[in-house]
């Protein structure tokens, strides 16, 4: 399986890190040895000085797809959930600035964790989504889909015509306003709508 995530695809969190707002969306791709198995904490790399929590909806391919019409989008996915994409931003700074691919900061291992899945149906609707991550207790990102720039399913077709999706491949849909650095012993709580997807420690 694959990871594909967006990058730049909320217009706050864009401002935040002073990045132009992209014609079309921003892909990048994590290897499956980014995926953070639930039972274990998420531990700092000794690589980076500055790591940073974006959370995220999750969204959990169940069926091969190319060229995906953004209309019959909705067919290729049956569960979602909250997931966190950190993200060395130290390393990610200097690799953009030499225009560099920006792999070491954001696919290495374990760079990739996400909450128990939840059945679409159950979350009423997916443009409208709300989610938010805490940290240490205090909300730090909070935000809904529909600020999105480019929707779950126009997310779906445009990734398909780059790389095929398969069964299990997970895309991350990117993260809005309010990223921020993780510190030994934090603890991240997810949720979406009201329901808690997942606790996190970090070491
Ligand atoms: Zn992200």
Redesign the pocket.
């Known amino acids: 399986m694959k990871i594909i995530?967006v990058?730049r695809n909320y217009v706050e969190h864009i401002a935040e890190l002073h990045n132009e707002r992209p014609d079309e969306p921003v892909l990048f791709i994590k290897p499956d040895t980014a995926l953070l198995g639930k039972e274990f904490p998420f531990v700092i790399p000794d690589f980076s000085q500055d790591i940073h929590y974006?959370a995220?909806v999750v969204v959990k391919i169940t069926k091969v797809g190319k060229y995906i019409d953004a209309k019959f989008a909705s067919k290729y996915y049956e569960q979602v959930s909250l997931g966190i994409?950190f993200?060395a931003r130290d390393l990610q700074s200097k690799l953009k600035e030499k225009g560099l691919p920006w792999e070491k900061a954001k696919a290495f291992d374990n760079s990739a964790f996400v909450g128990d899945f939840i059945a679409k149906e159950t979350v009423g609707s997916l443009d409208q989504l709300a989610f938010s991550l805490k940290q240490n207790g205090t909300v730090v990102q909070q935000a809904t889909t529909d600020q999105m720039i480019w929707k779950i399913e126009e997310l779906i077709a445009e990734i398909s015509k780059y790389f095929t999706l398969k069964t299990g491949d997970l895309i991350?849909t990117?993260?809005p306003a309010g990223v921020g650095r993780v510190a030994p012993g934090d603890s991240l709580e997810g949720f979406l709508g009201d329901k808690k997807v997942f606790d996190l420690i970090v070491k």
């Open positions: 995530c990058g974006e995220e994409d993200t991350f990117g993260t």
